[in-house]
């Protein structure tokens, strides 16, 4: 079967650095994407990894091990604004994805 | 503008009544998602359809039912069978390639008095 675990909830400050892990277990992999959540809306795309390493789009950076089933999203220099859900989803050998419960981020001035 | 709709927004239902809801697309993707969203949990797959015509059942398709009679068009019927029908329902579709970012629709919250 698959699995995916992530932490229900972070806190930080603005401005600093956060990092979101996301760990999985399963028998088929063709990814792993984060999606960021702002509360009662739907989820926007944030970053793919499906070869091992860290993916950097500005702000935002996704590093995958697909060896230890482990995942992370980095966040710099928090705003207001990143105050959301993250959500880990992973796509199966079915090319469907496989959803995390979802990590909210509070970030405190 | 293109994009994925859903309507109403908000939903309210007496218990016993069935409900439609809907969700449109003008991406010209091929493959259309329904989920279900519940305080607390991840995204869970209700039905999804690849090509008109088509649909195959997700982890949750007890209570309800699809058609995919156009492209375009992927309407979701929560029935009186679906024993806890009130959460946050998400439309998507996503282009014809491995590579299966999904684009989502604004949502329909869905509330059984």
């Known amino acids: 079967g698959q699995n995916i675990d992530q932490p229900t909830e972070m806190t930080a400050t603005e401005g600093a650095i956060v990092q979101i892990n996301c760990t999985y277990q399963t028998s088929g992999f063709n990814g792993l994407f984060w999606y960021q959540q702002h509360a009662g809306e739907a989820p926007t795309f944030l970053s793919y990894n499906v070869l091992d390493g860290l993916e950097e789009k500005g702000r935002f950076s996704s590093f995958l091990s697909r060896s230890k089933g482990y995942s992370y999203l980095l966040l710099k220099e928090l705003q207001m604004k990143d105050s959301a859900s993250y959500l880990c989803?992973?796509?199966?050998?079915?090319?469907?994805?496989?959803w995390g419960a979802g990590t909210k981020l509070i970030i405190k001035p | 503008d293109g994009g994925i709709t859903q309507s109403p927004k908000y939903l309210f239902r007496k218990e016993g009544q069935n409900v439609t809801l809907s969700c449109e697309q003008n991406?010209?993707?091929?493959?259309m998602y329904w989920y279900r969203q519940d305080p607390g949990q991840g995204l869970r797959l209700i039905y999804y359809?690849?090509?008109?015509?088509?649909?195959q059942k997700g982890d949750i398709a007890e209570g309800y039912s699809v058609s995919r009679e156009k492209k375009e068009s992927f309407p979701l019927t929560v029935t009186s069978a679906q024993k806890n029908p009130t959460a946050f329902y998400l439309c998507?579709?996503?282009?014809?390639?491995?590579?299966?970012?999904?684009?989502f629709g604004p949502g329909t919250r869905l509330t059984v008095l």
């Open positions: 998507a579709s996503s282009p014809p390639v491995d590579y299966n970012e999904q684009f």
């Open positions: 991406l010209n993707h091929d493959a």
């Open positions: 359809s690849q090509i008109v015509n088509d649909f």
């Open positions: 989803a992973l796509m199966d050998s079915n090319y469907q994805l496989i």
